[in-house]
């Protein structure tokens, strides 16, 4: 019994050293632990195109976000997504965004904007396990898209950004939920 609870404790530091240092040698973006004032995220949902999806962002008792609600097709609907603008992030010599949640084994899409007031945004979607991960996306690879529809343009090579959003939409009616502790930079 006292073997397995020096593993189970070694196993515990392990975790914490690895996730910490991830965050460490990042550069945090948005960490939900410290920030448990969810204000400056926008929760944008298929309502706004005549759709009745729905969806909430909360807090648990870890401090961590929780996004949860319902994906409808009714009325051509079938997206939720939360949405943080924030002052311009600097990406100099970063390469990827990283996400430490833990989903419900759905796909999600993580989007960002070098500018708020563009018009469309750089895409990429991501499998959740259903575990705590992390996920990490090369900003190399996100892809320009506007209205679920990929464009003609390059893909992300910018030095900064100003708006970032995590989607779901995967043309299926279904419930959902997020948890998300924190999202940095490497």
Not at 107 to 131: A, E, H
Not at 164 to 183: A, M, R, Y
């Amino acid at each position: 019994m006292k073997k397995h609870l020096f593993i189970f404790k070694v196993c515990i530091i392990f975790f914490y050293l690895f996730f910490s240092n991830n965050c460490i040698n990042g550069q945090t973006i948005y960490d939900f632990n410290k920030n448990e004032n969810f204000d400056n995220w926008m929760i944008i949902n298929d309502d706004v195109m005549g759709g009745v999806s729905n969806s909430n962002l909360s807090v648990d008792q870890n401090g961590n976000a929780v996004f949860f609600g319902n994906i409808s097709l009714d009325y051509n609907g079938g997206f939720a997504s939360i949405r943080h603008i924030f002052p311009k992030f600097n990406l100099l010599n970063k390469r990827t965004i990283n996400l430490y949640l833990k989903g419900d084994g759905k796909v999600y899409q993580l989007r960002i904007k070098k500018n708020k007031n563009d018009y469309f945004s750089y895409v990429s979607s991501f499998p959740t396990s259903g575990k705590w991960e992390v996920i990490t996306i090369n900003l190399s690879e996100m892809y320009p898209s506007f209205r679920g529809r990929r464009l003609n343009y390059n893909n992300f090579a910018g030095f900064e950004i100003e708006e970032l959003s995590i989607l779901i939409g995967n043309k299926v009616e279904e419930q959902f939920l997020l948890i998300i502790d924190n999202i940095f930079v490497k």
